[in-house]
């Protein structure tokens, strides 16, 4: 394919291992920019762990997803997609603890609301977590700096032990400063002792929340947006078509996918990394990712907490968190009365859940009534039990040291690129995709001689 100026960007196309966010979105740029790109698929959908799924008038995500960024330049691309299709919304997120639901992130003044012997012993925390030495070598060590053991063991250790399923004590740090950060832990809500607790309230105490983008009718309103764009710059999506590599002196010279067989200039990876070493026979480390199922409950009811998402962290209730797609966007319910709420368990794939993930069905159900979001089972017409595979890298305490053995394997492959969170073994949002699209297809841009390519150009389409 030739670009804008009629010059060849490469020789061979660019070939796209994964339609998620980060597939896309490079696809989109490199073909404005004049390359010839394929994007191939194992699922019969594209948008990755951003999909969406659809029953009759309901529309549930992957959990919850919405946009916000600081970068100009992606929110110039978020323009250019979905911005006159969209929905904003300040956040409004939860957490459920021995029976009450808390805002959350957790604000210095929840604090007030806990019950006495609990707040008494969080302050008494933050007043001398100073004195206290933390080697800040595990998650559980990283919280409890943050937060004080009291808090630690009552509102973070629980729920990050049931959700990865390894010990606190076992988990990388990362999980809590790349991941939890953005979900739980607000930097600018610091709390590690009472000076700080005292200006964040002072600071804090009238703080409105930020806005989100959501696509209306869905996630999925804004793959299929990037999905028309790339076919109509002559771009190809294969779905159904997982994708098989082969390569030898330090490029990889084919790729296997839908039955086709391509000879890449370029590609780039964001499946797993652990299947891309294992295709192009580089040690495999221990990298695991955590399967996700979801019981996505369509319902006709009005629930009592408007959240948008809520952890569950208890171990006598099955899920792990809620979320309420009609708090993103009313357009993804058919009907005033309708509610749809997308419920998480996380699990192995493969293990006795995964396989067996529709006996859970009535616990969720059960649980979601004891928890108060339901009323009675009358309320359901319909649960719909989907399961998602890699959804979440395990950061398990020695997981840089076996990243970098996979990304020092696959770095011999000259042409071979990894993209987005499986891809990169990558613990991050949307945004943070989209942003790592630009990045990656600016330099392969300039590799190929377009030195004058920039971010914001690709953002704006203007690229060639």
Known sequence: MSGRSGKTVYDGPVVIVGGGVAGLVSAQLLLEAGCEVVVVERESVVGGLARSYRYDGFAFDVGPHRFHTENPNVGAYLDRVIRDDGTMFPRLSEVYFKGDYYRWPLHPKNLLQ?????????????????????????????????????????????YSEKFLGIHPRETHPDWAKVGLNRAIIDDKMQMQNLTQLLKTTLTQFNKTEMDFLYPNRGMQTAWTKVSARILELGGRILTDAPARMEGANGQVHTVHAGGETFTPSVVIWT?????????????????????????????????????QWCYYGADDIVFNRVSIPKYFSETTVPGPQAVGLCV???????????????????????DLIKVGMLQSRREVHDVYVERVKESYPIYHKHYPQDLEVARKGLAQFENLHLAGRTGMFWYNNMDHSIENAMQLCKRLLRAAGKEHIEEGQLAAGLAG
């Open 114 to 158: 806990l019950p006495k012997d609990l707040a008494a012993k969080a302050f008494v925390d933050l007043g001398i977590n100073n004195l206290r030495t933390y080697e800040i070598d595990s998650f559980e060590q990283y919280v409890m700096r943050q937060y004080g053991p009291t808090l630690y063991e009552h509102f973070f250790r629980g």
């Open 271 to 307: 499946g797993p990394i652990t299947v891309a070493t294992e295709q192009l026979g580089v040690t495999t480390p221990h990298l695991p990712y955590l399967g996700l199922l979801l019981y996505n409950v369509c319902a006709e009811a009005q629930v009592p907490r408007k959240y």
């Open 344 to 366: 998480e368990v996380t699990c192995m794939e493969g293990d006795a859940r995964w396989k067996h993930a529709e006996r859970l069905t009535d616990w969720v159900v059960d």
